[in-house]
């Protein structure tokens, strides 16, 4: 079964790398300057440098081409996700698409299985998502995955076919779970950033993790998700990783407000979109999210470190 990646950035190159060296793969990107670049070095220098292409991943710019494939990773940022899908509406209306991209649309709280359901009725959706950094996955090194999917068996199909000698692939059927978990911990990795940019200690972002977490369930059960898949990959796990290392752009920029310093505009970062969409439906759900206003709060200038710690210490105390 033929597989194409939708999307040249550092994720969806390193996802294409590991799964080239078990079959051949094709890597789109729509700038064809890009492209030629890559075909040239064998090596995507401007996203994922020092990694060598395989041989069996195939370079392209011709969308028509790319989407023959039998499967299609849409390894393009969340936000940008709509667009893509409207676009090239018609090539993609029947296939069989794996999102991978983590995150909740801005203007409409929708995740990415929901967006594709939305704009491609007839397409059988899939969620690539859990603790991972591109160069890692790009090097061969260890690392497991959550393939979240509905239809049972395109799971077990999709998990079979995604794994690779240092991917290994966990599958679920609480897309909405899966969806959340990978959105959520990317705004709670900001807050911990912020944290640590600011020297509060390593006890805070204990803390900011711990309650997170709570946030990130509070939201995912009201919208109909598993506990348990939470708990997982596309949860707990990827909060560990994304609220502990600087590879992680939201803790970067985290990182960068604490400090007080300032941040490449030019850099994708899906927690500041899902920290502002998370907020608002968390507002008409009538849910209490602390943490998430508080960042929404830091990203737009409202307020302040040491208001928002001060606001976060101040509230009424509880049970856990």
């Not at 094709?26 to 300057?33: F, I, M, Q, V, Y």
């Not at 064998?42 to 710019?61: F, V």
């Not at 909405?176 to 390593?202: Q, R, S």
């Not at 204990?206 to 598993?226: D, P, V």
Request: net charge neutral.
């Amino acid at each position: 079964m033929s597989i194409s990646v939708l999307g040249a950035g550092a994720f969806g190159t390193a996802l294409a790398v590991s799964l080239a060296k078990q079959a051949p793969v094709t890597l789109w990107a729509r700038d064809t300057d890009h492209i030629a670049a890559m075909q040239a070095a064998r090596c995507n220098e401007a996203r994922l440098p020092g990694i060598t292409l395989p041989e069996a991943l195939s370079l392209t710019d011709d969308f028509k081409s790319a989407v023959q494939a039998d499967t299609l990773l849409l390894a393009v940022p969340m936000q940008k996700l709509r667009s893509v899908l409207e676009t090239h509406r018609d090539a993609l209306a029947a296939k069989v698409l794996v999102a991978c991209c983590k995150g909740i649309e801005l203007q409409t709280g929708l995740g990415p299985i929901a967006v594709i359901r939305e704009i491609l009725p007839k397409a059988q959706a899939a969620l690539l998502t859990g603790p991972s950094f591109a160069a890692d996955i790009a090097r061969g090194l260890p690392t497991a995955l959550t393939l979240a999917c509905v239809d049972a068996d395109l799971g077990r199909h999709l998990q079979e076919q995604l794994t690779t000698a240092n991917l290994r692939l966990y599958r679920t059927t609480d897309t909405t779970g899966a969806e959340l978990g990978g959105a959520l911990k990317n705004v709670i990795a900001i807050a911990c950033g912020a944290v640590i940019g600011a020297g509060l200690g390593d006890s805070a972002r204990a803390a900011l993790m711990t309650r997170g977490y709570a946030e990130m369930q509070r939201m995912a059960l009201a919208c109909g998700a598993r506990a348990e898949t939470l708990a997982g990959l596309s949860g707990f796990g990827d909060l560990t990783l994304t609220c502990s290392s600087e590879l992680s752009r939201n803790y970067q920029l985290g990182l960068s407000i604490g400090r007080g310093e300032a941040f490449d505009p030019n850099v994708t970062v899906e927690g500041a979109a899902t920290a502002r969409a998370t907020a608002a439906k968390a507002k008409s759900m009538g849910l209490d999210m602390p943490i998430t206003e508080t960042v929404v709060g830091l990203l737009n200038g409202d307020l302040t470190i040491a208001t928002a710690s001060a606001q976060l210490l101040a509230r009424p105390l509880k049970e856990e």
